[in-house]
């Protein structure tokens, strides 16, 4: 029972949270305020072998595992959620799929170039009018001839509409089971396909640096040969999916809660109130001790869900406690850390303000806190 992490992993961390403080902090403000998308900073992270962190060498991976991914997720939002949502949104939504489920022909085709960063892929399972209970999806896919005649449209889809963005994985239903419930399957759309449109970017409340499109589909066909894994597994498939995002997304509000500490002592050395710096006070300390508690405690939940899917082991329990846990406490210390800011913390030009717009959003995307807690009752036998 060990949770320090080796040589390697020390090297990595220290070299992502080198990355984000001197290439991304100096420049992700002025992204973040005029809501346009860091394509030097994912550049830089390509060429750092980012994405490809837990993919192996054979498509251009590093050869690490999904821990790697989740340790510089979380030093990457320790200084801004909105790249660490791309990386997170690129590999663990994006490439994922089609490195566990992808044909031979479909890997080769795809994995080097998302791998490396160079192309990016989005993950459409969300619809305007159904996200959590994904079994309402209601896009279809038909087959004709030899082509998957797709209709109907997903929200909210990461890095669906970037300049880099090579393709968008849909699951749609794609006819009836014996048991009268609906087949789901996943289908590779590439960018640019006939039929397939990009919506405007959504104006959102935090990400604000981040891609996220609403996508329609008319009549878009797209050869059977997209189909991604088998017909009618498109349910379990993104279970699978999501299971593994929910560690990374803890990771991800573990940065952002981490950052807030950061931030706080930082800015409670400096500032004066009543003769004396506000960090003497007790009430002050108190906060940042609470702060770093809460960080401290959802990354050792994610590290125990990451240690249990390494080991081949059931961790769908402990994937939901890390991201129900990690995404409170971000959002707590988000607010915590503004509080300490003072008046400060609610002008943009300080990362708080950040942290504070971009927590909310982890107590929803990636399923909410009440499917986490469903989830966690399930497995409880309830
Ligand atoms: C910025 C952003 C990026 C995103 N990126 C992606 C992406 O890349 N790909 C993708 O597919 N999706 C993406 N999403 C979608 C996201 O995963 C969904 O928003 C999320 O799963 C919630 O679905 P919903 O918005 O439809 O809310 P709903 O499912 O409508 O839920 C509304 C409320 O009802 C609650 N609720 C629902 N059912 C129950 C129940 N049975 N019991 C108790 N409470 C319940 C929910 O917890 C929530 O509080 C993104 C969303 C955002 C905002």
Redesign the pocket.
């Known amino acids: 029972m060990d949770f320090r992490l080796d040589e390697e992993q020390q090297a990595l961390r220290e070299s992502v949270r080198d990355f984000a403080r001197e290439v991304v902090a100096p420049v992700i403000g002025e992204h973040y305020e005029n809501h346009t998308f860091p394509y030097e900073v994912v550049r830089q992270m390509g060429k750092m072998g980012l994405f490809g962190l837990p993919f192996p060498e054979e498509h251009g991976g590093m050869g690490g595992d999904y821990f790697a991914l989740c340790l510089a997720l979380e030093e990457l939002a320790r200084v801004d959620s909105s790249v660490a ?1 791309t990386l997170e ?1 690129a590999v663990s ?1 994006g490439a994922m799929p089609i490195h566990r489920f992808g044909t031979a022909e479909q890997k080769e085709r795809w994995l080097p170039k998302l791998l490396s960063g160079e192309a990016l892929a ?5 619809e305007p009018g ?4 994904a079994g309402g999806t209601q896009t279809r896919a038909v087959l004709d001839g030899d082509e998957w005649v797709i209709n109907g449209s ?7 509409g970037t300049d880099i963005t090579a393709l968008v994985t849909v699951t749609a239903v794609t006819g009836t089971k014996p048991d009268g419930s609906k087949e789901l399957s996943t289908i590779i759309v590439p960018s640019g396909t006939p039929g397939f449109t990009v919506a405007p970017g ?1 104006s ?1 409340v935090g ?1 604000n640096a ?1 891609d ?1 499109h609403e996508l329609t589909f008319d009549d878009c066909r797209v050869p059977a040969a997209n189909l991604l894994g088998e017909r009618g597994r498109g349910f379990a498939q993104f279970l699978r999916i999501l299971d593994e995002g929910r560690i990374a997304i803890a990771a991800l509000a573990v940065g952002l809660a981490q950052g807030c500490v950061d931030e706080s002592i930082k800015y409670a050395k400096e500032r004066q109130a009543f003769g004396q710096p506000i960090g003497n006070y007790q009430a002050i300390q108190f906060k940042i001790a609470d702060m770093e508690l809460k960080a401290h405690t959802a990354r050792l939940a994610y590290y125990d869900a990451a240690a249990r899917m390494l080991a081949g082991e059931p961790f769908k329990r402990q994937a939901a406690i890390a991201k129900l846990h990690a995404s409170t406490v971000a959002v707590d210390n988000a607010r915590e850390a503004t509080q300490i800011h003072g008046g400060y913390g609610f002008m943009n030009e300080y990362p708080v303000a950040r942290f504070w717009r971009d927590s909310k ?1 982890l107590e ?8 986490q807690r ?1 989830i966690i009752a399930r497995d409880l036998g309830m």
């Open positions: 949502i949104a939504l989005g993950f459409g399972l969300t159904t996200g959590s209970d997903k929200a909210f889809i990461t890095n669906s959504y959102k990400w981040s996220t959003i929803i995307g990636e399923g909410t806190s009440e499917v469903m």
